[in-house]
C-alpha cells in the first residue's frame, strides 16, 4: 500500500493566493520530497528535507516537516498559473527490507488566471 | 544532474502484442528505477534494475510481465508483454545518484492497449 497520503487531492485556487498541500505517512524516513508533474509526464524534482531537518525553502516554495505527526506540508506562495500541476510527495526510507522511495496519491493544483 | 531520454513517448498497441520502452541517460548510473502511473493515480514502483545483474521486482510484478535489460550503466529498457488494456498507463524511468537521493525522471510513456 502507499505509504504517503496528500491532502486535499485536489485544489483550485486564484492566481496569486497561496498554496497548501499536505502529507502524511505511516513510517519512519530518512527523508521526504516532492515533486511537480506537468500533464501526466516526467516528474520533477522540487525540494528535499531531511529527517532531521524542520524546515526548509526555495524560492516559492516552503516545506515543513513534523515527524512527530508523520507529517508534511508544501506551501507554494504568490501562485501563478504555471504552477497548475499535480504535486506528490514521496518518502524515503526503508520499506520491506530495501532502500526505495515511496509515492502519495498527489495533490492536483489548478490556478486559476 | 541526470538527463534522460526515453522513447517512445506514447504508443498505441492491440491486445496481446508486447512493447518495449528505451530509457537512455547521459552519464552513468547504478541503479534504474522503472515505475507505472494507472490514470489518475499515483507512481508505483515496477522494478530496481542494476547494471549485470537480474532487476529486482516490486511486490504484483513479474519477470514473465515485465522483462528488463539493463546493458551498460547508462541503457535500460522495459517491455511490457502480451498486453491487455489494464496495461493503458504511463511509464517511467528513473535514476539517482544514491539511495534514496532525488529522482531524476523521463518524459514518461504514454501506452494505451486497445
Known amino acids: 500500500s502507499q505509504q504517503g497520503e496528500e491532502d486535499p487531492q485536489a485544489l483550485s485556487i486564484q492566481e496569486g493566493e497561496n498554496a497548501t498541500m499536505n502529507c502524511s505517512y505511516k513510517?519512519?524516513?530518512?527523508?521526504l520530497q516532492w515533486y511537480r508533474q506537468n500533464s501526466g509526464r516526467g516528474l520533477v524534482h522540487l525540494i528535499l528535507?531531511?529527517?532531521?531537518?524542520r524546515e526548509k525553502h526555495s524560492g516559492r516554495l516552503r516545506v515543513t516537516l513534523d515527524t512527530s505527526k508523520k507529517s508534511s506540508s508544501l506551501l507554494i506562495t504568490a501562485s501563478r498559473a504555471a504552477d497548475t500541476a499535480s504535486y506528490f510527495c514521496?518518502?524515503?526510507?526503508?520499506?520491506?527490507?530495501?532502500?526505495?522511495?515511496?509515492f502519495g496519491q498527489g495533490t492536483r493544483l489548478t490556478i486559476n488566471p | 544532474s541526470a538527463v534522460i531520454s526515453q522513447k517512445p513517448s506514447r504508443d498505441i498497441c492491440q491486445r496481446g502484442t508486447s512493447l518495449t520502452i528505451q530509457c537512455q541517460v547521459d552519464?552513468?548510473?547504478?541503479?534504474m528505477f522503472w515505475y507505472r502511473q494507472q490514470p489518475g493515480q499515483s507512481l508505483t514502483l515496477i522494478a530496481t534494475?542494476?547494471?549485470?545483474?537480474?532487476?529486482?521486482?516490486e511486490s504484483g510484478f513479474v519477470i514473465d510481465k515485465f522483462p528488463i535489460s539493463r546493458p551498460n550503466l547508462t541503457f535500460s529498457t522495459l517491455t511490457v508483454s502480451n498486453m491487455s488494456p489494464e496495461d493503458s498507463s504511463i511509464y517511467l524511468c528513473?535514476?539517482?545518484?544514491?539511495?534514496?537521493?532525488?529522482?531524476?525522471f523521463g518524459s514518461g510513456t504514454q501506452l494505451s492497449v486497445l
Open positions: 552519464s552513468q548510473v547504478t541503479m
Open positions: 513510517t519512519s524516513i530518512n527523508n
Open positions: 528535507i531531511r529527517s532531521n531537518e
Open positions: 528513473s535514476v539517482n545518484r544514491a539511495p534514496n537521493e532525488k529522482l531524476f
Open positions: 534494475a542494476n547494471q549485470g545483474s537480474e532487476a529486482t521486482y
Open positions: 514521496a518518502t524515503g526510507g526503508e520499506f520491506q527490507g530495501a532502500q526505495k522511495l515511496v
